[in-house]
């Protein structure tokens, strides 16, 4: 029961088949529009029922367990998950993407999720999974994206600089001052999206969580205490996160003779 004597409103199976409906007027402008989108509409859809309603399940379970090992676990498979996804996107890559992104998403999110979960919400015990699945989840989800955008950024910028590079390189530069321009570029467009958020937050934008909690009955005042403390926490994961992966990719562009990677000429 929240403030005013209001609690949330359970969501029946027969409204939540009535929801298609909003899934059948978007095929339908597909359709329309000769998009060519429907069958990938309606599998989304279909998967995406499906995968929640696993989830749900799953966490049910979880969370009667109430064991701080499996919740590690967990966390480390969705940020192998979320590594993976992140890294679908890059082309050409130096290194293998796959694990400088899970290097990346399990640092920032193990530090910046421990201090939210431990410091700021404070759950008694420290791992209630109640509190660290969703939390991680919410970090793990943003700064996938973020690594993604900085990562094929710096790579798209210094494959197409090269030759800006070399002579930067033969005048004297480490490899560092060489494309430093360049990774300031990848880590603002990483970074963007989540700067973004954060500016039109509460004015153009209610975000999930807050929007979740309202409809559950919670005072839109403790509400939005919540959702600052998850922008800001998802703000410094995506940050961290993409200077990490940023940080660890560039130098696999140079050899150890501070030149440019024969490679990156046979990716180009």
């Not at 403030?3 to 409204?15: F, T, V």
């Not at 899934?23 to 279909?46: E, N, P, R, Y």
């Not at 094929?152 to 494309?179: K, N, S, W």
């Not at 509400?223 to 800001?232: E, N």
Request: aromatic residues 10%; proline residues 4%.
């Amino acid at each position: 029961m929240g403030s005013g004597g209001y609690s949330y409103i359970e969501i029946s199976y027969a409204q939540l088949l009535l929801s298609i409906i909003l899934v059948l007027i978007t095929g339908i402008i597909s359709a329309l529009l000769q998009l060519g989108l429907i069958k990938s509409l309606l599998w989304g859809t279909v998967r995406a029922f499906v995968q929640l309603t696993l989830i749900g399940y799953v966490l049910s379970f979880i969370f009667k367990l109430d064991n701080w090992a499996v919740i590690l676990l967990i966390i480390l498979l969705m940020c192998y998950i979320a590594s993976r996804e992140a890294s679908r996107r890059i082309k050409k890559p130096m290194v293998k993407p796959d694990a400088v992104s899970f290097l990346a998403l399990t640092a920032s999110t193990f530090l910046v999720g421990m201090i939210v979960v431990v410091f700021i919400v404070a759950p008694d015990p420290w791992y209630t999974p109640q509190v660290m699945i969703p939390i991680f989840g919410m970090i793990l989800g943003n700064s996938m994206n973020g690594i993604a955008l900085a990562l094929d950024r710096m790579y798209g910028e210094i494959y197409g600089h090269l030759d800006e590079v070399e002579q930067l390189l033969a005048l004297g530069a480490t490899p560092f001052e060489a494309v430093r321009d360049y990774v300031k570029e990848a880590l603002r467009a990483g970074m963007t999206p989540t700067i973004n958020s954060l500016m039109v937050v509460g004015l153009v934008s209610l975000p999930g969580m807050m929007t979740g909690q309202i409809l559950a009955g919670m005072d839109p005042a403790v509400a939005v205490r919540y959702q600052f403390v998850v922008m800001v926490m998802i703000a410094a994961a995506v940050a961290m996160g993409c200077l990490i992966i940023v940080g660890l990719s560039y130098r696999s562009m140079f050899n150890e003779d501070m030149a440019l990677n024969e490679k990156l000429y046979r990716n180009n």
